[in-house]
């Protein structure tokens, strides 16, 4: 059985900090490409930051240099550091295993940030 489960979520004042975890199961992690997306309110689900196997990154820009994406194969887990949290960062942050060939991609059930004045 697949799992993906985040934590870290929270409420932080805007120029805060936090940092979103996701442990997975039941997936062949060290493989797979994997991802944070987000839903901030009034807009679809986004990418924020992906990371490949090898540890290649990418970025949507408006999170460039504030927030970082990491992993850790020996625990099977993904990281967000986000860092200078704005108030257009608040939304619900879903940790993603991406598609491989045949493996189907999977969704965590989200985590909220909320940033405040």
């Known amino acids: 059985q697949v799992q993906l489960v985040e934590s870290g979520g929270g409420l932080v004042q805007a120029g805060g900090s936090l940092r979103l975890s996701c442990v997975t199961s039941?997936?062949?992690?060290?493989?797979?490409?994997m991802a944070w997306y987000r839903q901030t309110p009034g807009k679809q689900r986004e990418l924020a930051a992906s990371?490949?196997?090898?540890?290649?990154?990418n970025y949507q820009d408006s999170v460039k240099g504030r927030f970082t994406i990491s992993r850790d194969n020996a625990k099977n887990t993904v990281y967000l550091e986000m860092n200078s949290l704005k108030l257009e960062d608040t939304g619900v942050y879903y940790c993603?295993?991406?598609?491989?060939?045949?493996?189907?991609?999977?969704w965590g059930q989200g985590t909220q940030v909320t940033v405040s004045s």
């Open positions: 993603k295993a991406e598609r491989l060939g045949s493996w189907s991609d999977y």
């Open positions: 039941g997936i062949t992690f060290r493989l797979r490409p």
């Open positions: 990371i490949t196997s090898g540890g290649g990154t």
